[in-house]
């Protein structure tokens, strides 16, 4: 029970920073700050590591391995010429993550 317990808050956490990374990318140029999109992308990888260690996550290897194709090694920047089917990607997979641990498809849009 506290395994699934803290392995549900992670994942709102992954789902958190998704959003945070979201919306970094969808400032506008003058509002855009490169540090912030950094700190919540790098935010978000290090916690989706973590779904890895639980032999009884309900996220499947394959499902794993889309989130951090998603995720990437590294943020998409303005200008990218993968920027919006990156952005367009995390949103995607926020929709798995969310489905995977059965929260509200509204909590997981305004987490």
Same mark, same amino acid.
């Given at each position: 029970?506290?395994?699934?317990?803290?392995?549900?808050?992670?994942? +709102?956490?992954?789902?958190?920073? %998704?959003?945070?990374?979201? *919306?970094?990318?969808? /400032? $506008?140029?003058? =509002?855009?700050?490169?540090?912030?999109?950094?700190?919540?992308?790098?935010?978000?990888?290090?916690?989706?590591?973590?779904?890895?260690?639980?032999?009884?996550?309900?996220?499947?290897?394959?499902?794993? +391995?889309?989130?951090?194709?998603? %995720?990437?090694?590294?943020? *998409?920047?303005?200008? /990218? $010429?993968?920027? =919006?089917?990156?952005?367009?990607?995390?949103?995607?997979?926020?929709?798995?993550?969310?489905?995977?641990?059965?929260?509200?498809?509204?909590?997981?849009?305004?987490?």
């Amino acid at each position: 029970t506290a395994i699934t317990a803290w392995e549900n808050a992670i994942a +709102a956490t992954v789902i958190h920073y %998704i959003n945070d990374t979201v *919306a970094d990318m969808s /400032a $506008e140029a003058a =509002d855009y700050d490169f540090y912030t999109h950094a700190k919540h992308w790098s935010e978000l990888k290090g916690f989706a590591l973590s779904f890895q260690f639980n032999r009884r996550s309900p996220m499947t290897a394959e499902q794993f +391995a889309a989130l951090h194709a998603a %995720i990437g090694t590294a943020p *998409a920047l303005p200008g /990218a $010429e993968n920027f =919006d089917a990156y952005k367009q990607g995390l949103i995607d997979i926020r929709a798995v993550v969310g489905d995977v641990y059965g929260f509200d498809t509204a909590d997981v849009e305004s987490w």
